[in-house]
């Protein structure tokens, strides 16, 4: 054993929040392990492995590494090596490559606020090895594609439009997954010239680099401007930072029965025992989660893929039964194979996290007393919804419609941008932020306005997520929606709108209205005596 790598051993035993240990079918977690060293994604992604769940192997760089020198890497060779064995594939071979996720993982869910690294591993050496590996070479385009911009965008600082500007320089107004082989492989080669260009350097072709830097980049963007604004938005502390999950790729682009999503047990919006689950056949994860895309709800898929969806069904149960709550999971399907690649206790609406909280306690999946500390503070100002009245028993005629990520309504002039919403906050108006996007770097935006209306995006995106936390009226996907940001003004449905016009958006029914409409508050009575009867009972 060389003396770095004793001197990594002699950290460890000193500092349990200093931990490199692996997660997979076999890997065992020792005893100083807990959320806080390993973080909440790596911690939950060893129960479920425990649990017998599909999930892919992986090792963890623990939270006690976050903001400090950049770790050596002969800290994770030896799990890397196992990760090498369990999958028969080597990191940086050029036949039978091993290509590797790198994502954060806080001791706290912070929902997109940080970097995550898809395909570390790809270069002009291991990408035939790709395709003799999977016979596929629209997958491995597609992946090397996507690891030029995400690298760039994460390790570079590069600014992603220019990435996008590439890849609608090739795509037009097509769909980017139905591209071909030949389509992406341009893709790439332009975006190798964006990266130098931008970069004032070639894109890195060494592997051990690549890893070694997107780990950095992951470690660094605990301190980034989004990450900072989340916490002190939830007054959360600094310590003791991330952790770095590094796991086996799956591929969700490999075409046929292959696809990403991110799906919630439950609504969480209203509690009710149903699914949600928003999935992109021929994608990789980030183009659900990431708020540029348009996906495919549930219905969906059950349509297309019933035996996966049976599937799927079965996994969430065991999920619920293992974590004791609703969960919001990410996964990815490979030809066919189910795999999880995180979970964690789903943000939710006061509204839901009383029904979710009750409902859970019924079925003997939770204690009383864990469902009255989970209710603990929703009384009737709480749980108050905000409906639509319509005027005289005239039906109000609606603008569009777009798929609604958190209910209630909103009426409030429109604002296009940050300085535009605290303007107009500051001049005590409700504001209704209108973006193209829904992104999480639009986090001090929308803590400040009223509601979110997007014109691309899904309701499980990681921004949409946020919104719903802090109780938003949001409203994603409108696909009647333009917006000029030049001439700061938008059309829906047709109808020509500016910044400051009023415009209501009624996140229960998933509709959009000209004008500010009138509103009432709306107390659910039957959830408000079940809360009362579980309070009043015997504990």
Same mark, same amino acid.
């Given at each position: 054993m060389s003396p770095q790598s004793e001197s990594h051993r002699d950290v460890e035993e000193r500092d349990p929040l200093r931990l490199v240990l692996s997660i997979g079918a076999g890997a065992t977690l020792p005893e100083e392990a807990s959320p806080t060293s390993l973080g909440f994604k790596a911690w939950n992604l060893a129960r479920m492995a425990a649990m017998g769940l599909p999930v892919p192997p992986a090792f963890v760089i623990g939270t006690g590494w976050c903001g400090r020198e950049a770790p050596d890497p002969c800290l994770w060779q030896q799990a890397l090596q196992r990760l090498e064995r369990e999958s028969g594939l080597g990191f940086g071979d050029a036949r039978r490559p091993l290509l590797l996720s790198v994502r954060s993982g806080a001791?706290?869910?912070?929902?997109?606020?940080?970097?995550?690294?898809?395909?570390? =591993?790809?270069?002009?050496?291991?990408?035939?090895?790709?395709?003799?590996?999977?016979?596929?070479?629209? !997958?491995?385009?597609?992946?090397? *594609?996507?690891?030029?911009?995400?690298?760039?965008?994460?390790?570079?600082?590069?600014?992603?439009?220019?990435?996008?500007?590439?890849?609608?320089?090739?795509?037009?107004?097509?769909?980017?997954?139905?591209?071909?082989?030949?389509?992406?492989r341009d893709i790439a080669k332009r975006h190798l010239a964006t990266y130098a260009r931008e970069a004032g350097e070639a894109f890195p072709q060494d592997p051990q680099v690549q890893l070694r830097a997107a780990i950095a980049a992951v470690f660094t963007s605990w301190y980034g401007d989004k990450a900072r604004a989340y916490r002190e938005l939830y007054e959360l502390p600094a310590s003791p930072g991330t952790a770095v999950t590094v796991q086996r790729m799956v591929f969700g682009n490999a075409g046929g029965m292959s696809g990403a999503g991110v799906g919630f047990t439950r609504d969480p919006s209203s509690g009710e025992p149903s699914p949600w689950v928003d999935f992109l056949f021929n994608a990789q994860g980030e183009d659900v989660v990431s708020g540029r895309r348009r996906v495919q709800s549930h219905e969906e898929l059950a349509a297309v893929a019933p035996q996966f969806w049976e599937t799927l069904l079965e996994t969430m149960a065991r999920l619920e039964q293992g974590f004791g709550d609703m969960q919001d999971f990410e996964f990815t399907v490979q030809d066919g194979q189910l795999y999880l690649l995180q979970t964690r206790d789903g943000k939710r609406t006061p509204q839901a996290a009383a029904r979710i909280a009750l409902d859970l306690c019924d079925q003997g999946l939770i204690p009383q007393r864990i469902a009255l500390e989970r209710t603990r503070g929703l009384d009737?100002?709480?749980?108050?919804? *905000?409906?639509?009245?319509?005027?005289? @028993?005239?039906?109000?005629?609606?603008?569009?419609?777009?798929?609604?990520?958190?209910?209630?309504?909103?009426? /409030?002039?429109?604002?296009?941008?940050?300085?535009?919403?605290?303007? *107009?906050?500051?001049?005590?108006?409700?504001?209704?932020?209108?973006?193209?996007?829904?992104?999480?770097?639009?986090?001090?935006? !929308?803590?400040?306005?009223? /509601?979110?209306?997007?014109?691309?995006?899904?309701?499980?995106?990681?921004?949409?997520?946020?919104?719903?936390?802090?109780?938003?009226?949001?409203?994603? @996907?409108?696909?009647?929606?333009?917006?000029?940001?030049?001439?700061?003004?938008?059309?829906?449905? =047709?109808?020509?709108?500016?910044?400051?016009?009023? !415009?209501?958006?009624? /996140?229960?029914? @998933?509709?959009?209205?000209?004008?500010?409409?009138?509103?009432?508050?709306?107390?659910?009575?039957?959830?408000?005596?079940?809360?009362? *009867?579980?309070?009043?009972?015997?504990?």
């Open positions: 001791p706290v869910s912070m929902p997109g606020m940080m970097d995550t690294l898809l395909d570390i =591993g790809l270069t002009e050496a291991t990408l035939p090895g790709l395709v003799r590996l999977t016979g596929n070479p629209r !997958l491995a385009w597609d992946a090397y *594609r996507r690891l030029i911009a995400g690298y760039g965008e994460a390790v570079a600082a590069i600014d992603g439009r220019h990435f996008e500007a590439d890849l609608d320089a090739v795509r037009g107004d097509g769909d980017e997954h139905e591209l071909d082989f030949a389509a992406l009737a100002r709480a749980l108050a919804v *905000r409906r639509l009245v319509s005027e005289a @028993g005239r039906p109000v005629e609606s603008l569009a419609r777009a798929t609604s990520a958190a209910g209630g309504v909103v009426c /409030g002039e429109i604002a296009l941008d940050e300085a535009q919403v605290r303007a *107009r906050k500051e001049a005590g108006a409700s504001v209704v932020l209108v973006r193209r996007d829904a992104e999480t770097r639009d986090l001090p935006a !929308l803590h400040l306005a009223d /509601g979110l209306l997007t014109q691309r995006g899904a309701r499980t995106s990681h921004a949409a997520v946020v919104a719903r936390q802090l109780g938003k009226v949001c409203l994603v @996907g409108c696909d009647s929606l333009t917006i000029d940001e030049a001439d700061r003004s938008l059309s829906i449905g =047709g109808l020509a709108l500016q910044e400051g016009d009023p !415009l209501t958006l009624d /996140g229960n029914e @998933g509709a959009l209205y000209a004008g500010a409409a009138q509103v009432r508050e709306q107390v659910p009575q039957d959830l408000l005596e079940r809360l009362e *009867r579980l309070r009043h009972e015997p504990h």
